[in-house]
């Protein structure tokens, strides 16, 4: 079994359901649902073109998935993670854009947002001493050698390349898109998803993911909003 901290709006936000209609799988519920159709791509292509996002559900790493510690269990995770969400404020990223991402496609920040670097950063923080060291296979299918020294080093360190300088948020929208397609699945995403590219994303939230057995479908566990314990302080 692994965890995953990330960033993912509420089951009835609009980019929820968008998404998740996207990707053909609600990873509140875990059911499947019907893919929407797009010009030019048949369904068994688009199906394959979206598989690794459908598995993991619609979000963004903040802690990559891990598996528990020894002597931690998930009650106490759960414990800490109502207290992470307690202590933050939430914030807006004033624009999210369409981006490509080598051959994936992802929603990304327009321009670096300090609230949702230091959002990601105090994740990694908090949350590592939950972390199992990484398997031997585990460190090898990140393919350490082809990283350079600093992603190398964060993976060693804390199990995942992309923290701290080397982080860049993305909501993943595709898997590895070959170049002859990617014209089409540009022109798909971006008539999909318009009432949200060049928008604000609010970042209320935060989610704690788990993913019963290796190659198990994501689901939510909890998905708590930020700033609960200002809320109670207030009231």
């Given amino acids: 079994m692994r965890y995953a901290i990330y960033f993912a709006p509420p089951a009835d936000d609009r980019l929820s359901q968008v998404a998740s209609r996207w990707l053909g799988r609600d990873a509140f519920t875990g059911e499947d649902l019907t893919l929407p159709t797009i010009a030019g791509i048949d369904e068994e292509t688009q199906r394959t073109l979206t598989a690794d996002p459908r598995r ?33 404020d939430p914030f807006e990223i004033p624009e999210i854009v369409l981006h490509q991402l080598g051959p994936f496609f992802g929603l990304v920040p327009s321009a670096p947002c300090v609230d949702l670097l230091d959002l990601a950063e105090d994740a990694v923080h908090r949350f590592d001493p939950f972390r199992a060291p990484l398997s031997d296979a585990d460190f090898a299918r990140r393919k350490p050698n082809s990283l350079p020294e600093r992603q190398r080093r964060y993976l060693k360190e804390w ?29 798909a995403l971006e008539t999909t998803f318009a009432e949200h590219i060049g928008k604000p994303l609010h970042v209320t ?16 566990r909890s998905l708590l909003p930020l700033g609960s314990d200002t809320q109670r302080k207030i009231a």
Avoid: N, W
Wanted: glycine share 8%; charged share 20%; aromatic share 16%.
């Fill in 205 to 220: 939230s935060v989610a704690l993911f788990v993913e019963p057995e290796r190659g198990a479908p994501f689901t939510v």
């Fill in 56 to 88: 993991y559900g619609f979000h963004g790493t903040l802690k990559a998935p891990f598996e528990l510690a020894e002597g931690r269990d998930e009650d106490e995770l759960l414990s800490i993670f109502e207290c992470f969400a307690a202590d933050l």
């Fill in 159 to 187: 199990g995942y390349p992309y923290v701290f300088e080397e982080f860049q948020f993305h909501l993943t929208l595709t898997g590895p898109v070959p170049t002859e397609t990617s014209g089409v699945m540009r022109t």
